[in-house]
């Protein structure tokens, strides 16, 4: 079966290999929409920017857009004018490819920061790669492939939904493994859906479902220079077209949500050097900023993330996060949960099973909850175990 | 030549296994100052604090103290009403055999969190500890042992200046490795001098020589909960008393600052699994926040922090990490340097010697220097490199 982003109606993909890598692996992926698609954005709110994120922002404007153009391997970012001009003529050269304007075309790049677009490699590469446009579940494939740089595997997720009896799919590549902090903690996401949707709402959906989902990962606390979610609707399920909130569009932004919860698990698991993943909830917060705030510090921790990659019922570590992040809490009200275990109740320790509590943290995935004592305010954020593997990745590799 | 916190005239110091580190090694300091001083203080404003911070906030409100005891194997952290009780019995102990009152003693407590200390041990520790009291090096240097947690070796300085022909000692010890993030960057710092000087005076030099210095240095972004930095001033140097600002208290204030950036920096280099530090510097900033906003993000991040391990000049990450700051700037100004090797300048990458730059990122201490172009305002932040002993000091150790 078809699961990737070529499975909703109208979306033809393609990834191959264009010469941007040192590895020789794919590094150029493309996403067609031959009957044009209403399209939405979400970027990182870096305050540097790629190129790439320049160009995308301003022709995701138009009304319709016909295509995507993806390169890993060279992020196109701090390189000045010339790196407007070459994120320009990735447009351009899909755009004469299809016959379209490059205004509807769409750009992301990811990859090493600073260096200046072999831009060459990518126009041949895009002439090239139009031969290999298909909408099967391998050519999907090969895009989620193309997309990577640090990811140990490609990343995808698909929902299908039903309108009365229309049935409407959703389909999503992401990257992700380093440089990940909310907001946007999305690295690339591309989604593609055959539903019926306008933009605005679209947009709206798509807003919504990044917020609880990719912007609630944290990897290493900072969001890239390239980070970029877009979602590109072909609207030929045949469903009404979805006009106005209500049950429908509550149903789509419902699945859409869904979905990004689904890849933003799965680029945790993958997070670079990654073992498992965990989620972190702050309840009994005075707002939500704050439940937000000390969820954060915790999942973004050195010390409680090295306890977790060791199974180390750790919870001082946890406990003098939350006091450092400097949210209003009653320390003796403070309590924490690993899973169902509570390991500290009312300011205190307590008696607690060590040996079931490092299982608990040996899981792939699991959940601490930390209550502040002082409200009626819950959030979350998701995050990952440090190990080795992440220095071995981040300080051996040389730019 | 005696430089430890025994040489300054009026200090006993001892440091003795008391029985609280599995490892059996030295886990009890003691600092008496038979004549009396008057000491100063500055805590970890985490909003969970130790028993051990409570008492010693307390008790440093008298005129006068006598002595401080200090554990290392247990932070007496997170332990409610019995750890206040512990600490005050900590103070107590060395009360009684130096037969002053409780009060007048101070304490401090570094270890693992949540644990309630095992007092007695202290206590019987403080007893025998009492007959290894000397003001020679090696008192000075077994109570700078004493204070260790996962630290490689001693950190202490030294420091003599003149007023007249009046000569003034100050000296210091500290104990660092992990769990350390502005402010305060300390966990434990313990300060003697022998110059004459007022309580609030004495306060408000200790206070501005932290702040540019300890509470500069950040190893993994948290405080803990047990961060106390304590200076002791005997008066027996026989300087004129300093009792107002001008110059004597200028000399006195750069001396104590001087002496707090050499234990920041010794910190610096033996903190958790570190091989080199570095400074961040900002300039051009809009303000004196973002500026110390900014150089903490670049010094924070992991992924730079792996960069600097393995000497690689991907000054990508450090413009990803100023800017994910949400500092203001303009991306068309920003430069940065490495020492004194322009990387990126007025937003563009520089044509740089690559070898030149791994070389300087491979010396034990090195400068970033990192302009916004938007401003006159200026800050720093010292950082050290992230390595898999980091890792494998918090992950394999277990609670």
New interface residues.
């Given amino acids: 079966m078809n699961n990737t982003i070529t499975a909703p109606k109208g979306f033809l993909a393609s990834g191959i290999v264009c010469g941007l890598k040192r590895s020789g692996k794919k590094d150029l992926g493309l996403l067609v929409c031959p009957t044009g698609a209403v399209a939405a954005g979400v970027f990182t709110?870096?305050?540097?920017?790629s190129a790439a994120v320049a160009v995308c922002k301003k022709n995701i404007r138009s009304a319709i857009i016909d295509g995507v153009v993806v390169n890993s391997g060279n992020?196109n970012?701090?390189?000045?004018l010339q790196g407007i001009k070459d994120a320009n003529a990735m447009c351009q050269a899909l755009a004469d490819q299809i016959e379209t304007s490059p205004k509807k075309i769409l750009v992301a790049s990811t990859g090493?920061?600073?260096?200046?677009l072999p831009v060459k490699k990518v126009i041949t590469g895009v002439a090239r790669s139009i031969k290999c446009l298909a909408s099967n579940h391998d050519a999907g494939l090969d895009f989620a492939t193309a997309i990577m740089t640090t990811d140990t595997r490609p990343k995808q997720a698909f929902k299908q939904i039903k309108f009365g009896k229309t049935l409407v799919s959703i389909a999503g590549a992401v990257k992700g493994a380093?440089?990940i902090?909310p907001n946007m903690a999305t690295t690339l996401c591309f989604i593609t859906t055959d539903a019926a949707i306008t933009k605005p709402l679209l947009a709206r959906a798509l807003s919504q479902a990044v917020g609880s989902s990719l912007n609630r990962l944290t990897v290493?606390?900072?969001?890239?220079?390239n980070d970029t979610a877009l979602v590109l609707a072909s609207g030929l399920a045949g469903n009404k077209k979805i006009a106005a909130t209500g049950k429908d569009f509550s149903t789509f932004a419902l699945a859409l949500k869904d979905l990004c919860t689904d890849l933003a698990k799965q680029m945790a698991l993958d997070a670079e050097g990654a073992t498992r993943m965990f989620t972190v909830r702050v309840t009994g917060a005075a707002s939500k900023e704050d439940a937000a705030k000390a969820s954060r510090?915790v999942a973004?921790?050195?010390?409680f993330k090295?306890?977790v990659?060791?199974s180390?019922?750790?919870?001082?570590?946890i406990?003098?996060?939350?006091?450092?992040s400097?949210?209003k809490?009653k320390?003796?009200k403070?309590s924490c949960k690993l899973d169902n275990i509570v390991v500290?109740k009312n300011?205190?320790?307590t008696d607690f099973n060590?040996k079931k509590a490092s299982k608990v943290m040996s899981q792939k995935e699991f959940t601490i909850t930390i209550d502040l004592g002082v409200g009626k305010y819950s959030d979350f954020c998701y995050g990952c175990?440090?190990?080795?593997e992440?220095?071995?990745?981040?300080?051996?590799?040389?730019?």
Avoid at 45 to 49: A, G, R, V
Avoid at 112 to 116: D, E, K, N, Q, R
Avoid at 300 to 303: I, Q
Avoid at 312 to 317: K, L, Q, S
């Fill in positions: 709110t870096n305050k540097i920017y992020a970012a701090c390189t000045g090493i920061i600073g260096h200046i380093g440089m902090g290493d606390g900072h969001q890239s220079t510090a973004d921790y050195p010390l090295c306890a990659h060791g180390d019922p750790n919870w001082g570590r406990i003098c996060a939350v006091g450092s400097q949210v809490l320390s003796e403070v500290f300011g205190r320790p060590p175990d440090l190990s080795r992440y220095i071995a990745i981040n300080a051996d590799y040389h730019t």
